[in-house]
């Protein structure tokens, strides 16, 4: 077995890749949301778009145990609760529509959402400004039940609900700390709620998975230190900025990567 887990990494450049993206999912998970989907790509080149969604499902269950450990008191539960529901339908859309769209077009369409996202919530943010005893834009009835979807929906096919769950999160207008924290349990209960989808149905959790993934654990705790260290360093202000530009980034890649 163990042959078998290190057979799926075939060179020592990959293994550099590898442990270099279990470091990025943990200080995606701490401090920089949106850093771990830069490596979406990396583990598909590694071990497949299918494959590898297995692989990384359990790294980010590992990141996600360390991220709420840490920041265990500072979440908010109703920003939580107002997504969940939606979100696990999303999952169960997700698992039954993973087998008939391409990747290709499924991380087009995914990463065109996000971005309407990113200019919906400017738009948004004009209106609060230039109305600011009006109703805010984030109250109406579709919004929270929107983004639950699509974060559902797009953490079951790719591991990739960071940019959308950030964009929810920013327009809810949450501290830095307490935006980190929320999201980290947030994607927390959607991972551990994948496990037994994708071990039943899509079948693509392996024990020499397991393997690799035990052996990233020392990069995952890096990660996670880094990641706290500069949710401190960095100002409230730069902080929404840099994490803003990472999903502006991230959705391009998902669509014309």
């Known amino acids: 077995m163990w042959n078998s887990a290190l057979e799926l990494i075939p060179s020592p450049g990959a293994w550099v890749l590898y442990f270099f993206c279990a470091m990025l999912i943990g200080v995606s998970k701490t401090g920089i949301q949106n850093v771990g989907t830069f490596t979406i790509p990396m583990f598909a080149l590694l071990f497949g778009a299918k494959f590898s969604t297995g692989i990384v499902l359990i790294l980010l269950c590992m990141a996600d145990l360390l991220a709420v450990i840490y920041y265990r008191k500072q979440f908010v539960w109703s920003e939580i609760r107002s997504m969940l529901p939606y979100s696990l339908i999303g999952l169960v859309i997700g698992l039954f529509v993973g087998d008939l769209i391409d990747d290709q077009t499924f ?10 996202s990113v200019l919906l919530m400017i738009w948004g943010t004009n209106k609060s400004k230039q109305n600011p005893e009006g109703k805010d834009f984030t109250d109406n009835w579709w919004y929270s039940p929107s983004f639950g979807l699509l974060v559902g929906f797009s953490t079951m096919i790719g591991n990739a609900a960071g940019p959308a769950l950030t964009i929810f999160l920013l327009t809810r207008k949450l501290k830095k700390v307490t935006l980190v924290a929320t999201g980290a349990w947030f994607i927390m209960i959607l991972n551990f709620s994948k496990i037994p989808l994708q071990l039943l149905v899509w079948k693509n959790l392996t024990w020499e998975g397991l393997i690799l993934n035990i052996l990233a654990i020392p990069f995952i705790l890096l990660g996670g230190y ?15 900025i840099v994490i803003l530009a990472l999903v502006i980034i991230s959705s391009l890649m998902l669509m014309f990567g």
């Open 226 to 240: 880094i990641g706290i260290k500069l949710v401190k360093i960095i100002p409230e202000r730069e902080f929404k």
């Open 107 to 116: 991380k087009f369409i995914m990463g065109a959402c996000i971005f309407v």
